[in-house]
């Protein structure tokens, strides 16, 4: 009885020995099997740079509208104009408008130019060369970026759903389901078509930018004189020629007016008379 109850105790003994045995190789397998090998320092760093490049998607680049406005004055018109056809040339630009005038005391010319956005600079700077003083020069740059972006997403968005559609449509078998697919469709297509207008309008407004130009040139005053004297006194006689015509001419618009006026001026004076005597 005592031998037996001997091995009893000597087996429980062995077998808590094996269980506390075994219990940190169970832990340290887990704890292998839970943590994963630590990667190597450099593959670490390129996973790193891969994430943030896979974060930041391709971006759009800046879309910015250029526009300036130019006015100054210049001792040669047709010098200056050269100048500036030669600027044009060198950039890659071209003329718009061109018009040319003249007032009371200057001669002027008036240019619109467009140019592509990457000569803008450029364009300016060879068109400001001997120009002493601007009496005005504006120049103004609006980005449309945030725009451009949002369209190109509207218009990425419709196309999705044209071509859902268009896949609806080649399963459909009723007649009044392909009708009214076809109308769905239809529309998509209109607001697609609308989207692509404004966003080659916005690219072309990008791409080249629009230059206002206007340049003159004093007339003296001894020349005006010289030159246009006569004409001076002769456009005075006409200017009161037309004035008088002009008066006469609103006189006949209001003669009721005036014949009431006159009756009315006549009876009081008659009465008066009257009472005089």
Known sequence: MRYIFFLTCCFLVLSGCNKTNSHPEDLAVSSVEMSSPPPPAGASESEAKDKVSNLASPEIPQKIIKQASLRFETNDLEKTFDQ???????????????????????????????VPSQNFDPFLSSVSKGVSYFERKDISAEDVTEQYIDLNSRLKTKQKLEERYLQILQKATKISEILEIEKQISAIREEIEAKQGQLKYLESRVSESTVTIEF?????????????YGSKIWTAFKSGFFGLSSFFIWLLSVWPFVLIVCAAVYFIRRRFKRKKQ
């Open 84 to 114: 500036i056809k030669t600027a044009i040339t060198a950039n890659k630009g071209t003329i718009l408008s061109d018009s040319e005038g003249k007032d009371y005391n200057s001669i002027f010319r008036n240019l619109t130019v467009k």
């Open 216 to 228: 003159y040139k004093t007339i003296a005053e001894q020349e005006g004189v010289k030159t246009s």
